[in-house]
C-alpha cells in the first residue's frame, strides 16, 4: 500500500484506506459484500477507539511538545533563534511519543485483508 499525514506528520493509513475505497466504491465494478462492510466499519471503529485512548493517556505529552515547537518557531520567542540541538531534542521526543501511538499500518493491512484478491487488485491499482 501506498499510503500521509497525522499528528506531528504521522501518517493515518487507516484514512488513506477508507479514502481510497470510496474512490472504488464509486466503479460500477467494484462492490463490497455487506459482511465485508461490517468488518471493515468494525475495524475502523477499533483503531479510532485506540486513537482516542491514545490521545487521552498522552494529551499532556502532546501538550508539551505542542508548546515547545510552538515556542521554538515562535517570533521573538525562547530567547532568540533555535539551535540545531534544541531541533533535534525535539524531533526525538516527537519522535518517541509517536512510537506509542496506535498502529494504523497494521489496521490498515487488517482492512485490506478482508478485500478479495480481486478487489485487493482493483484497490492496490488505484493506491499508487
Known amino acids: 500500500?501506498?499510503?500521509g499525514g497525522g499528528p506531528f506528520g504521522q501518517r493515518n493509513l487507516?484514512?488513506?484506506f477508507t479514502s481510497t475505497l470510496g474512490e472504488l466504491n464509486l466503479?460500477?465494478?467494484?462492490?463490497?459484500?455487506r459482511?465485508?462492510?461490517q468488518k471493515i466499519q468494525a475495524a475502523r471503529d477499533d483503531f479510532k477507539a485506540q486513537q482516542i485512548k491514545w490521545r487521552t493517556d498522552h494529551a499532556d505529552d502532546l501538550r508539551k511538545l505542542q508548546e515547545?515547537?510552538?515556542a521554538m518557531f515562535?517570533?521573538?520567542g525562547g530567547g532568540g533563534p533555535a539551535g540545531p540541538e534544541q531541533f533535534q531534542k525535539l524531533n526525538n521526543a516527537r519522535q518517541e511519543l509517536m512510537a506509542t501511538s496506535p498502529d494504523s499500518a497494521a489496521a490498515?493491512?487488517?482492512m485490506v485483508a478482508l478485500l478479495t484478491d480481486q478487489q485487493r487488485g482493483q484497490f492496490?491499482?488505484?493506491a499508487r
Open 35 to 37: 459482511e465485508q462492510k
Open 68 to 70: 515547545q515547537m510552538m
Open 124 to 126: 492496490e491499482s488505484v
Open 27 to 33: 466503479s460500477p465494478d467494484f462492490n463490497l459484500s
Open 74 to 76: 515562535a517570533r521573538g
Open 1 to 3: 500500500m501506498n499510503f
Open 14 to 16: 487507516v484514512t488513506e
Open 108 to 110: 490498515a493491512e487488517r
